[in-house]
């Protein structure tokens, strides 16, 4: 694993990175977070965003032998990616690793602990702090925007999603800001069509959510197919 040579902040990762998909060095993709990025059930058999992040590396930019990891978790919370850190994020010796995490963190469902925001944003602290150890590039994203009144337990997801861009801008981490973005998309409401049930995003939102990271990353591929592609898929959901 190189490590970098400026001091990490997130416009010297953005040109790292931009240098790294330049070159012909092979690069180990690692993408982890909750169910969201798990990405099952409720793309009902679509793609999720990791799938989209696939094509669009190992297929358009023709970056065949680089490795796209997603070793997100239903249902798990920050505790559960640091104690997992080995098997989760290291272990891949990745050259980028995306944590979109949150919305699980916030709740105050009976059963469960209730996490401050503060005590998340250390959390996150934690998780970049030893991901920059590594000498790779650390992505945060916000999860996106939910349906707050049917969605019991959840009512601090503005908190938690600023908990997320406040440690970014702390320690000049780059930012996919999904939560602001799926905000943006439902005309400062929910996108329902973006959506499967109250939290969760279907296979039209994990177009929403492909398209974001890909535009902050730089991803890019000329004469893509996939881009436009995911662009009407979003379209025509806002539509419905």
């Known amino acids: 694993m190189p490590n970098a040579d400026a001091p990490a902040s997130a416009a010297s990762d953005l040109r790292r990175l931009a240098d790294l998909l330049a070159g012909v060095d092979p690069l180990n993709w690692v993408i982890t977070g909750d169910s969201i990025t798990h990405g099952l059930v409720h793309t009902q058999g679509g793609r999720s965003y990791a799938e989209h992040l696939h094509e669009l590396i190992r297929g358009e930019l023709g970056r065949t032998r680089d490795a796209v990891i997603n070793t997100a978790i239903s249902g798990h919370r920050m505790p559960d990616v640091l104690g997992d850190i080995e098997r989760r994020v290291s272990s891949w010796s990745p050259h980028v690793v995306t944590l979109m995490i949150g919305t699980n963190d916030m709740s105050t469902q009976p059963g469960g602990p209730v996490v401050e925001p503060e005590d ?19 992505v945060l994203q916000t999860p996106p925007s939910i349906d707050v009144p049917n969605a019991p337990g959840r009512e601090r997801i503005q908190e938690f999603a600023e908990a997320v861009r406040a440690v ?7 930012l996919v800001d999904q939560n602001a973005r799926f905000t943006e998309l439902g005309n400062g409401g929910v996108p329902w069509g973006l959506m499967n049930d ?23 591929p000329a004469a893509s197919r996939t881009l436009p592609l995911l662009e009407a898929v979003v379209g025509a959901a806002r539509l419905g």
Do not use: K, M
């Open 168 to 174: 970014a801008a702390a320690e000049d981490v780059i």
């Open 120 to 138: 998340f944003a250390a959390s996150l602290r934690e998780f970049v702090t030893q991901v920059r150890a590594l000498g790779t590039i650390v």
């Open 198 to 220: 109250p939290f969760h995003p279907n296979a039209a939102g994990h177009a929403a959510l492909a398209l974001e990271i890909a535009a902050v990353l730089g991803i890019r």
